[in-house]
Nanobody, 122 residues
Framework: QLQASGGGLVQAGGSLRLSCVPSGRTFSNYVMGWFRQAPGKEREFVAAISRGGGTTYYADSVKGRFTISRDNAENTVYLQMNSLKPEDTAVYYC?????????????????WGQGTQVTVSS
């Protein structure tokens, strides 16, 4: 029910913008966010945004480089990724949950997107 897109191959220092478009229902009443999973590693929290878009949360590893935003009118969530590093290489997943409580825990997420690959070359 969540379609993520926008991944690709980019050189270190470059930028990408990921998009997450729900299908079948509106997610304006959900906290939305992004996780990522690198090969051989556990899925980890990247960023989250409140229902109205006024509050955002970031993992320390991306703070200052990534920006999450949402357009509830368009039912779309974005992740703008700047100053990309090779360690940002991962499959990025869009996620949704009715509340912010426990959002950083993968087992609390209610809806997952299918993932989009981001590869950053050095």
């Amino acid at each position: 029910q969540l379609q993520a897109s926008g991944g690709g191959l980019v050189q270190a220092g470059g930028s990408l913008r990921l998009s997450c478009v729900p299908s079948g229902r509106t997610f304006s009443n959900y906290v939305m966010g992004w996780f990522r999973q690198a090969p051989g590693k556990e899925r980890e929290f990247v960023a989250a945004i409140s229902r109205g878009g006024g509050t955002t949360y970031y993992a320390d590893s991306v703070k200052g480089r990534f920006t999450i935003s949402r357009d509830n009118a368009e039912n779309t969530v974005y992740l703008q990724m700047n100053s990309l590093k090779p360690e940002d290489t991962a499959v990025y997943y869009c996620a949704a949950k009715t509340s912010l409580l426990g959002f950083r825990s993968t087992d609390r997420i209610e809806y997952w997107g299918q993932g989009t690959q981001v590869t950053v070359s050095s």
